[in-house]
């Protein structure tokens, strides 16, 4: 079993800057992949950036160059550094982890780009 738990979500002004973190606890493998998806109103979820366990990372194309996926595998923490966010990024931000198979997801973070 394993939990996800996102925060740093909140009301940003366009061209401002979240750092949103993803802590996972319970059975965690060494050997996984650690992603941000998020979903907007009104549109289907969709990947923003994944990163796995040796660092890897594969990005959307709309956040390419303003978003920064990490992790910090002692603490198995992904974060998701993003800067020059647009009114367009407001969007619930869900964590996952894949592993031996699985894919669990966190309860999501509300992100809200607006002046």
């Not at 941000?36 to 194309?61: F, H, M």
């Not at 910090?72 to 990024?89: G, I």
């Not at 931000?93 to 309860?107: I, P, T, V």
Request: aromatic share 8%.
């Amino acid at each position: 079993q394993v939990q996800l738990v996102e925060s740093g979500g909140g009301l940003v002004q366009p061209g401002g800057s979240l750092r949103l973190s993803c802590a996972a606890s319970g059975s965690i493998f060494r050997i996984n992949v650690m992603g941000w998806y998020r979903q907007g109103p009104g549109k289907q979820r969709e990947l923003v950036a994944i990163i796995g366990s040796g660092g890897s990372t594969n990005y959307a194309d709309s956040v390419k160059g303003r978003f920064t996926i990490s992790r910090d595998n002692a603490k198995n923490t992904v974060y998701l550094q993003m800067n020059s966010l647009k009114p367009e990024d407001t969007a619930v931000y869900y964590c996952n982890l894949f592993q031996d198979s699985r894919l669990s997801w966190g309860q999501g973070t509300q992100v809200t780009v607006s002046s």
